[in-house]
């Protein structure tokens, strides 16, 4: 379960994208904060995560969520080093207090420094950190089908924390998750589905010409907080 807490209380994430990046990601997202906010308020959300590639509009996020009493969840991508294959290892971690969301500032920062972090580094700044696995790209996906390799790199994830999870949906799905948690993941990298070929072009500014978006066939829009309503029992399960 991920939870947020602060001043030591103790806050239950509600159904919500655990997937989102905003402009302040430079990787082609539209999304803005304040307008993210306001649509939060008018799709009825009383939760939001925020999980760009750096944590620069963290405080701006945490600030308005809080003035429009929406509970703010702070998460970071993050890039480890390969296990097997020679691909990074994409991964989300989410703070679950105050400590952890200071450990997430000092991971961003080294990452900023070293691109690629070593799993010796992440290992002193998880304490309140969640960490979810992700399936898209990267080491994971090109394993999604082998569970050998997949119960190589998921032996080596928990030798960093016991707080480790597995992101899956219809379009990503390991055949082998140990004892990993699966969480569905609904990604969300713009407002609208009119929007995707905007986010399109201004993505190839940002990404490398030998860069593959696998994302590319997966619906990436903000939706209204009834589309959670549409999973499926195990699903929504998975999100809680």
Same mark, same amino acid.
């Given at each position: ?9 103790? /806050? ?12 302040? *990601?430079?990787? !082609?997202? &539209? ?25 620069h509009?963290?405080y ?10 929406? +509970?703010?969840?702070?998460?970071v =991508? ?6 097997? +294959? ?13 400590t !952890? ?7 961003? %920062?080294?990452?900023?420094?070293? =691109?690629?972090?070593?799993?010796? @580094? ?7 950190? %969640? ?5 898209? $790209? !990267?080491?994971?996906?090109? *394993? ?18 016991? #707080? ?17 948690k699966?969480i569905?993941? #609904? ?19 940002? =990404? ?7 994302? $590319?066939?997966?619906? %990436? *829009?903000?939706?209204? /907080? &009834?589309?959670? #309503?549409?999973?499926?029992? *195990? =699903?929504?399960?998975n @999100?809680?």
């Amino acid at each position: 379960m991920i939870q947020y807490t602060h001043k030591e209380k103790v /806050i239950m994430m509600e159904l919500t994208s655990l997937f989102l990046e905003t402009a302040y *990601s430079f990787n !082609g997202s &539209n999304i803005t904060i304040d307008k993210l906010i306001d649509k939060a308020k008018e799709y009825g959300y009383s939760s939001l995560v925020l999980t760009d590639t750096k944590m620069h509009a963290v405080y701006k996020f945490y600030q308005l969520a809080q003035e429009n009493k929406i +509970n703010p969840i702070i998460g970071v =991508q993050l890039y480890l080093e390969p296990i097997l +294959n020679g691909n990074m290892i994409h991964v989300i971690a989410y703070a679950q207090n105050d400590t !952890g969301y200071h450990n997430l500032l000092k991971l961003s %920062s080294l990452q900023s420094f070293n =691109q690629v972090l070593p799993f010796a @580094l992440v290992k002193k700044y998880l304490e309140s950190v %969640s960490l979810l696995v992700l399936c898209h $790209d !990267g080491e994971v996906y090109k *394993s999604l089908d082998s569970e050998h390799s997949l119960k190589t790199i998921f032996s080596e994830l928990k030798s960093l924390t016991s #707080d480790l999870y597995i992101a899956e949906n219809e379009y990503f799905m390991p055949v082998f998750k140990g004892n990993l948690k699966p969480i569905y993941l #609904d990604y969300v990298r713009y407002f609208d589905v009119k929007d995707k070929p905007v986010y399109k072009s201004l993505k190839s500014v940002f =990404q490398r010409p030998e860069e593959t978006d696998f994302l $590319d066939k997966v619906p %990436s *829009s903000f939706k209204p /907080i &009834n589309y959670f #309503d549409k999973l499926t029992k *195990s =699903q929504k399960e998975n @999100l809680s």
